[in-house]
Structure formats: structure tokens, C-alpha cells
């Protein structure tokens, strides 16, 4: 019936749904396939579809429902926003993290507002507002660009844990603003405007506050079962926007961020499902707002653009951001290539076109014309940084030495000589590697070897903080503890991908009585053999070598020379890891490298050994 109702050469309001969700999902889903950045696939699929070729018109397929779908999608995303601000992470951050925070934060308000203001022609409201949500970095952006780059460990803590915090920050402080040009248009006086913003704050913050104690201390008592946290977080959400919006219009926003804060600090047993909840959420709220925002405009609006907005960024990119950075990080002990680095670095993501889009359009309704160009500048601004940083990061760490090796290395998590013999061909072959054990006594063999070490657990928030994780792309859990190389491979798979998690096999798998689901633990490696099964094979002598192929000598001559060997891995020549899990078929092929672990007969006649 949907479809029948639609007009003509228009969608049914079902059909434009689905329609921006197939261009979000799997505009992320390209960009993950062919190693872009995500958000410029969905900037692009959103123009064709919009103003280019006319498909979807958000305001005529979908109607009224856009705005108030809109209003909810940044609501959750501001929520989502909240909820990573964990204030306790943020004082065992390093002292460059905080004062990104602490003085970069005010300083980057300030300066992007002048030059929103003075370069760009903004209003002071409309520069006051969109600088504000400037401050963000693109938490979405960044981390994809991190791990493509591969910087060293405290360039990219720096860039991450800012990118995190600033978030809900820069979120905050353009709710603050845009509350503060609202009172001074409706307030007949000074007095006015002042009550209505204290009042505003202390509804929402009250609200927030309240709701955020009150769903932690539902959960943290059991009130709640398990399988219905998720929802019930989901319904109190959108509970408080609503009341929030109707006790005092536009105050929902702040009130939903400040509960997400509340909840991000309440050390809740359940945070990592909520964690879960928001980020499933978010990329369908995020693409989903992109795409809207993106299929929404059209070619009038982006006449509005002119000389002084192309300006306008390069001001940002070139002066603002580097000045941000600079003053905030200045007394610091940070060497000044890594300020340098920080300070060119500056990626916004979808965060700042969906809070402009949003602001933009009730500041326009406000009497704001010029709010009318803060969408677009947004889209200028996004569009710039994310394909400028995601081409020259990666050149610019390595011309100031502080990127890592250019393939991704190999964290193993457990220490033992099979680890400490794989990590050493690893190395040998220049790939990155790490071996991680709390038991001092097993990393013996790699220390001996000079192969770098983690003394601690892997999943410990030492590790998070203290291992360079940007440099690895691979896990293999290969403990004595099957157990825990189960809980290792499943806690990282979501961070790693489960393609490039592996563990041992574990010892009683096959048994019905101690199989687990397949959505436990990592793919097994080794040729499924266990950790008691390798270990007793390196007692006789087996040892981990690497062998060079070439078209004289194929992979099947060198499985024919070494018919007991077990193959683990192939490298081809320009350094591209692939570690071979169970029944893996090998497609090494001339000028490759496998690694095998091979008999003391093999390790002998191997022209590698």
C-alpha cells in the first residue's frame, strides 16, 4: 500500500527507509572491502542519490518523519557519545591526552569560531554553535586511518583518546551554545536570558543525571534481567529526550549526553553489552543520518559555498588545528615531531554534519539565515579532512619516523617455545611481533631471543594502554591455558576481525560435551593441533622456519621435501601476512615465503635453518 500511495516519480516512505539503509550499511561495508574511509563512500552515495540523479528527495519520500528521525538518530549518537567518556580512563591517560582536553577543547571553541565567523562570514550564534561541535576529531574516522597508518604508540593514543573524549565535549558544548542563542532570541531581557540557560541546564542536567543513576543502580541490583538491558536503555533514552524536549524545548540533547556520561562511570558489570548496544546503534544511526543529510541537499545550497569556504578549511587544516594543538601540548615533554604530527592531523567524521545538520536547520528556523550554510560547510569540511589525512598520514608518519612496520604484526598471547620459535621467523622476516604472558618464568625463551615482550595480561588495561595495539593486525592465543586462549580470541575478535584471530585447538574440542559455539574463541592454527601436542614436538627438536619459494622450487616441491612439516603462515613479497588456519589451503606461490614448523631432519636440510 506504501508504494501505492507514493507520488509520482517519488518513494513510499517504506521504500526510502530501506533505500538509506542499503547506501549506509553498504557504503561502510565497500569501504571496508576496499580499505577507504568509510565516510566518503556515503558522502558520495548520498549526492548521486539525491541532488544528482533526483532517486530520493528525505523531504518528499519521507515527509514530516524526517526531522523527528533525525532529532532521535543524533540524540543517540550524542548518548553514544556520553557513554564513552570514561572519566577514570581519562586520568590514567597521559599528560598530552589531558591537555588536548583540558585546554585544547576551550582553545579549539574559540578559534574555530573565529574563523567560522571572520573567514567564513558565520554569524557569531551560527560560529558560536558550529564551533563548538568542531572540537570533535572524528572518533568514527580516526581509528580506521590509525590502523591504516600504523603509527607509534604515543602519536596514536594522543589522536585516539582525544578523538574519544572530545567527543561528547564537542557534542556538550555545542548544546550549550545553541541553548544559549535560543534563550537570547526568545528572552525580552538580559535577566531573562540568563534564567531561561540556568533553567535549561539544570533541567537537563537534573534529568540526566537521574536517569543515568537510576539505570545503573536498576542494573547494578538486578532490577533488570539480562536480556532485557539493552531495551529497557534503549526506551529510558528516548523517555528522556522526549521529557527533556517537552519540560523545556531543545534541552534533550544535553540531557541524553549527560546520562551517557553518568552510565560510563558507574562501573557497571554489564558495560561491555551496553558498549555493544551503542555501537551496533550507532553505525546504523550514522550512516543512516549521513545519508539523509546527504541526499537532502541541493544545488542551491551548495552554490552558498564561495571562495570563503574553500579558505575557510584551509585555515582549519592548516592554522587552527596546528595552533590548537600546539598551545594545548606547549610545556609538554612530547618531542615536536609528534606535535607536529598530532597538530596536521585533524579528520572530522559524520558526528559534526549530523549535530550541524541539526543545529543548522532550528537556527534557520530561529531567524538565522546564516545558519543556513552550516550543513554544507560541514560537508566541505568532512569531505577535505578525511581524504587529505587518509592520503597523507600514513607518507607524513614515515617522513617523520613515527610509523610502524608496513605490515600489520602479530600479538601472541602466551609465552612458550613454540611462541618464542614463531615469533623469532616472524621477526626475521620483518613482520612486528609481540608475545604477551602474565608468568614471567614463560617469556624466558623470547627475552632470550631479544624478541620484545608484555609482561601481563593482554586484555588488562595495562596492555590497552601500554602496547602499541595500531601496529597489529593479527592474535594468535597459544597459552597452556585453553580456557583462556578461548577468552582471548573472543574478547579481540571484535577489534581485530574474526579472520585474524587464531588459537590453539583446544584439547577435548571434538568431544560433544566440551565443544563450544562457533561464536567462541579464534580459528585453529598449527594444523589443529593442540598446545601439549606442539609442545612435546618442540621438546624433539621441531622448530619454526621460513623457506623462500621460487619458481624452481614450487610450494608442492617444498611440501614433497618436507612431508612432516606443518605449515603456519605464507609472506608474499611485499611483506602481506596470511597465517593459515586449520585446513587452510596454502596459495603460496614464487618469491613467497611459508613458515612452517618443521621436524629436526627438515630444520637440518632447510636451506633457511
Known amino acids: 500500500m506504501a508504494v501505492e500511495t507514493a507520488a509520482d516519480g517519488a518513494l513510499s516512505p517504506v521504500m526510502a527507509i530501506a533505500l538509506v539503509g542499503a547506501l549506509g550499511v553498504g557504503a561502510q561495508w565497500l569501504a571496508w572491502r576496499l580499505r577507504m574511509p568509510a565516510i566518503v563512500l556515503m558522502l558520495l552515495a548520498g549526492l548521486a542519490v539525491g541532488p544528482v540523479f533526483g532517486v530520493f528527495d528525505p523531504e518528499r519520500d519521507i515527509g514530516p518523519l524526517m526531522k523527528p528521525m533525525i532529532a532521535v538518530a543524533v540524540a543517540i549518537i550524542l548518548f553514544e557519545g556520553g557513554l564513552t567518556l570514561s572519566l577514570h580512563s581519562l586520568r590514567g591517560a597521559a599528560e598530552g591526552v589531558k591537555r588536548l582536553v583540558v585546554v585544547g577543547a576551550p582553545v579549539g571553541w574559540l578559534l574555530s569560531a573565529l574563523a567560522l565567523h571572520y573567514v567564513a562570514g558565520l554569524d557569531w550564534a551560527s560560529s558560536a554553535v558550529f564551533g563548538g561541535i568542531m572540537i570533535v576529531t572524528g572518533p568514527t574516522v580516526i581509528a580506521p586511518l590509525l590502523r591504516q597508518a600504523r603509527l607509534h604508540r604515543r602519536p596514536a593514543q594522543l589522536l585516539q583518546w582525544e578523538a574519544i573524549v572530545n567527543d561528547p565535549i564537542g557534542a556538550l558544548a555545542a548544546v550549550l551554545a545553541f541553548e544559549v542563542v535560543l534563550v537570547l532570541q526568545a528572552a525580552e531581557t538580559m535577566g531573562d536570558a540568563v ?76 558495560y561491555t553489552e551496553l558498549r555493544r548496544f551503542k555501537e551496533h546503534a550507532t553505525i546504523l544511526l550514522v550512516s543512516g543520518v549521513f545519508i539523509l543529510l546527504a541526499a537532502n541537499m541541493d544545488f542551491e545550497t551548495l552554490a552558498l559555498l564561495d571562495w570563503r569556504a574553500g579558505l575557510f578549511v584551509l585555515v582549519v587544516i592548516l592554522a587552527v588545528r596546528p595552533l590548537t594543538v600546539l598551545l594545548a601540548l606547549f610545556g609538554t615533554n612530547l618531542p615536536m615531531k609528534e606535535r607536529f604530527l598530532v597538530g596536521l592531523t585533524g579528520p572530522r567524521g559524520v558526528v559534526l554534519v549530523a549535530v550541524a545538520g541539526l543545529f543548522g536547520e532550528r537556527l534557520v528556523a530561529e531567524g538565522i539565515e546564516k545558519a543556513a550554510l552550516l550543513t554544507p560547510l560541514a560537508f566541505a569540511l568532512v569531505a577535505a579532512t578525511v581524504v587529505l589525512h587518509g592520503f597523507s598520514l600514513r607518507p607524513m608518519a614515515r617522513a617523520l619516523g613515527l610509523a610502524g612496520a608496513a605490515t600489520p604484526g602479530v600479538i601472541i598471547a602466551g609465552g612458550s617455545q613454540f611462541a618464542a620459535s614463531l615469533a623469532k621467523a616472524l621477526r626475521d622476516l620483518e613482520v612486528p611481533v609481540l608475545i604477551a604472558d602474565a608468568n614471567r618464568t614463560r617469556l624466558r625463551s623470547a627475552r632470550e631471543e631479544g624478541l620484545p615482550v608484555f609482561f601481563g595480561d593482554i586484555l588488562s588495561e595495562a596492555a590497552e594502554h601500554g602496547v602499541e595495539i595500531m601496529s597489529f593486525g593479527k592474535v594468535v592465543a597459544a597459552s597452556d591455558n585453553d580456557a583462556y586462549n578461548t577468552l582471548v580470541a573472543t574478547d579481540l575478535a571484535p577489534e581485530f576481525g574474526r579472520d585474524n584471530v587464531f588459537q590453539l585447538k583446544r584439547a577435548k574440542q571434538d568431544s560433544r560435551r566440551h565443544s563450544l559455539p562457533s561464536t567462541l574463541g579464534g580459528r585453529a592454527i598449527a594444523g589443529g593441533l593442540t598446545y601439549y601436542e606442539i609442545a612435546s614436538k618442540m621438546n624433539a627438536g621441531w622448530r619454526v622456519r621460513a623457506t623462500r619459494l621460487s619458481e624452481d622450487f614450487t610450494l608442492d616441491q617444498w611440501q614433497e621435501t618436507n612431508p612432516d612439516a606443518i605449515l603456519l603462515a605464507e609472506v608474499s613479497e611485499g611483506g602481506g601476512l596470511r597465517l593459515l588456519a586449520e585446513n587452510a589451503t596454502p596459495k603460496a606461490g614464487p618469491g613467497m615465503r611459508v613458515l612452517a614448523l618443521m621436524t629436526p631432519k627438515e630444520v637440518a636440510k632447510d636451506g633457511q635453518g
Do not use: C, Q
Request: net charge negative; aromatic share 12%.
Open 195 to 270: 534564567w531561561d540557560m540556568v533553567r535549561g541546564v539544570v533541567v537537563a542536567g537534573v534529568l540526566g543525571a537521574a536517569s543515568g543513576w537510576t539505570i545503573s543502580e536498576g542494573f547494578r541490583r538486578a532490577y533488570v534481567p539480562e536480556y532485557m538491558k539493552v531495551p529497557v536503555l534503549f526506551a529510558v533514552l528516548l523517555g528522556v529526550f522526549a521529557l527533556s524536549d517537552y519540560v523545556l524545548h531543545e534541552s534533550g540533547l544535553l540531557a541524553v549526553t549527560v546520562m551517557g556520561i553518568w552510565i560510563a562511570n558507574a562501573d557497571l558489570p554489564s
